[in-house]
């Protein structure tokens, strides 16, 4: 079984401040991982993928995130925030195995930038 | 066309209506979802195609009925619903594999009123 959990459903944080978006994950066979956006009214946007190569990744719109296994985390993190970040953040986890792309999402984490 | 689309983006229906969304995927892709995202809950599974063929089924109650004619055409047709399935119904592809982590993307989604 494969779970993903995201703290926080709601950060706000201000223009040019660090974004730190938290994500962690149970899976009983080495996973892999993703991070979506979702902007209103859209579906969701791949931002970045943990596919067991390097463990920091990096993604479209300057984020990136970090694979800590001893940690079961994939924290989402952004240096400096922009007004366009505003979004809803979804943290999925995919098992490898015989599952055919199934994944599993977080319930959200709504990011809010104050100018 | 590019990508996925869903067609409409927006439906109201009464409870004794039958109704259907289409979602076609111009990527070449071999898999197929259905999504539901409620306000307030994580993204609900509902279906997954693998090469048009039903791979799973998460409990979904009948009166959603998917059919998924090709490896590019997704359907879900509604049927006597509820007001709780009011929702946004995702249709997402990927080119899925066994134990493969291949990203999954996602059309606009349908946006769907049941009154």
């Known amino acids: 079984a494969q779970s993903v959990t995201q703290l926080g459903s709601h950060v706000s944080v201000s223009e040019g401040a660090l974004v730190l978006l938290r994500c962690n994950y149970s899976s009983s066979v080495p996973p892999y991982l993703f991070w979506y956006v979702q902007y209103p009214n859209q579906g969701l946007q791949l931002l970045l993928k943990?596919?067991?190569?390097?463990?920091l990744v990096k993604g479209i719109n300057g984020f990136e995130a970090e694979f800590k296994k001893s940690e079961t985390s994939f924290h989402l993190t952004k240096p400096s925030a922009h007004m366009s970040d505003a979004a809803e953040y979804f943290c999925a986890v995919q098992s490898g195995g015989t599952s055919y792309g199934k994944l599993t999402f977080g319930q959200g984490t709504i990011l809010t930038v104050h100018p | 066309e590019t990508g996925v689309t869903q067609t409409p983006r927006h439906l109201v229906m009464g409870m004794t209506n039958k109704k259907s969304l289409k979602c076609e995927q111009h990527l070449g892709h071999n898999a197929m979802y259905w999504y539901k995202q409620s306000a307030k809950k994580p993204l609900e599974l509902m279906f997954v195609y693998n090469f048009k063929e039903q791979t799973e089924n998460n409990s979904v109650p009948s009166r959603f009925s998917p059919e998924c004619p090709n490896s590019s055409h997704l359907f879900l047709h509604l049927h006597t619903l509820q007001p709780e399935d009011s929702a946004l119904y995702l249709c997402?592809?990927?080119?899925?594999?066994?134990?493969?982590?291949?990203?999954?993307?996602f059309g606009p989604g349908t946006r769907l009123t049941v009154t």
């Open positions: 997402a592809s990927s080119q899925a594999a066994s134990g493969a982590p291949y990203e999954q993307y």
């Open positions: 943990y596919t067991s190569a390097a463990t």
